[in-house]
């Protein structure tokens, strides 16, 4: 016997191998089927696919008082100049594609409406594939709580490809919150964005592959970026003031990084689990570590290895450390010249000498949303 999950009644079940007292199963094609006892039910083939649907929100102020889930064959359009004001623990969940349609005159805006924090976005599953955010400003967020999908960051892509993040700001989440969690993306596009102020981990981006381009962290609670098991190209970009790592690379990561400034950090790159950077054009700037290379025994046995041909450090208290192995294919360490590097300097940090980097620095740790 058995309890019914509806009803709460016992049920009656009992077992035959006689075929001829199984009742076939219906064909699609019968319109007069109906579910009644002691008939098979349909093939889930048989059942109708929900058409799909296009949902817009804004333009305007938009309240969202609790979580709203959206399903696979619902496609979500942000319209430009779109304010939603998120009440406390209420998130966004997508499971097909979203386009947020944010301009510089008219950005898309996500804010907390009370003191508290809110829950986080995230998009779930292949059918979000091929989303885009444009000029998003997210604040005031902490994570998402949906089913028992873990979701750890305010804003969340899981199991997706071509996804575009352009022009967009994350700053001042909650207290120990990652800001951007990827995993398991393909053709991860993020241009142009800024993250300040991250409670926890300002990028951490797990088993992805992709491209991030003149992007930033500033004023992060642990690590800039933090890769596991990726293949990243990072370009013309700035990761500053992480407690942590400004670029940790681990699982079998490989990276380059060309034309980008990482500082103000306890190490400036580094690289464990096998994992292996390579980084031309680029300043490590005020580290405790410049290079830190780690290959002591764990899940992926290996060594790791950085290499640079003409590796730049300046004010960092220690160059390199290379443990247990690991491959230091690193040239004599530089301090920068008026000469050198200079797409690093004028096109990405817009100075005109390095003296004028601490300034800078104090500049932009302080952007807002």
């Not at 939603?84 to 623990?89: D, E, F």
């Not at 970026?225 to 940790?248: K, Q």
């Not at 300043?283 to 002591?296: E, F, G, N, Y």
């Not at 920068?336 to 000498?353: A, F, K």
Request: charge should be negative; hydrophobic fraction near 35%; charged fraction near 25%.
């Amino acid at each position: 016997k058995a309890t019914h999950l509806v009803t709460g009644r016992e049920v009656a079940l009992a077992a035959t191998l006689d075929p001829s007292a199984v009742p076939d199963r219906p064909d699609c094609a019968d319109a007069a089927f109906s579910a009644t006892p002691g008939r098979v039910s349909e093939h889930p083939w048989c059942l109708p696919v929900r058409p799909p649907e296009s949902v817009t929100l804004g333009p305007g102020e938009v309240e969202v008082t609790g979580t709203r889930v959206y399903g696979p064959h619902e496609e979500v359009v942000v319209a430009a100049g779109t304010r939603l004001l998120m009440g406390p623990g209420a998130s966004l969940l997508f499971r097909g594609r979203v386009q947020v349609q944010g301009t510089a005159e008219q950005p898309v805006v996500i804010v907390p409406d009370q003191d508290e924090p809110w829950g986080g976005i995230a998009l779930v599953g292949q059918a979000t594939a091929g989303s885009s955010f444009s000029h998003m400003r997210v604040s005031g967020g902490a994570h998402p709580e949906w089913s028992l999908t873990q979701l750890p960051a305010t804003f969340n892509l899981q199991d997706t490809r071509n996804i575009r993040l352009s022009d967009c700001v994350f700053a001042d989440n909650a207290a120990g919150e990652e800001m951007i969690h990827a995993v398991y993306v393909k053709d991860l596009v993020v241009e142009r964005t800024v993250v300040a102020r991250s409670g926890g981990d300002a990028f951490d981006i797990e088993f992805c592959s992709g491209r991030i381009e003149q992007s930033s962290a500033f004023s992060v609670g642990d690590d800039c970026l933090d890769l596991m098991g990726s293949r990243l190209e990072i370009v013309a970009s700035r990761f500053l003031g992480c407690t942590g790592n400004a670029l940790s690379a681990g699982e079998r990561s490989r990276v380059q990084v060309a034309d980008t400034l990482l500082g103000a950090s306890r190490n400036g790159i580094l690289a464990k689990n096998n994992s292996r950077v390579d980084f031309e054009g680029s300043l490590l700037w005020r580290c405790t570590t410049a290079v830190d290379i780690d290959s002591r025994p764990g899940r992926y046995d290996g060594k790791s290895r950085v290499r640079s041909e003409r590796p730049y450090a300046l004010g960092c208290e220690r160059l390199s450390r290379v443990r247990d192995g690991g491959d230091r294919r690193l040239g004599d360490f530089l301090e920068p010249g008026e000469s050198d590097l200079p797409v690093l300097r004028t096109e990405v940090l817009g100075i005109e000498s390095w003296d004028g980097l601490s300034k800078a620095w104090n500049q932009w740790r302080g952007i807002r949303p």
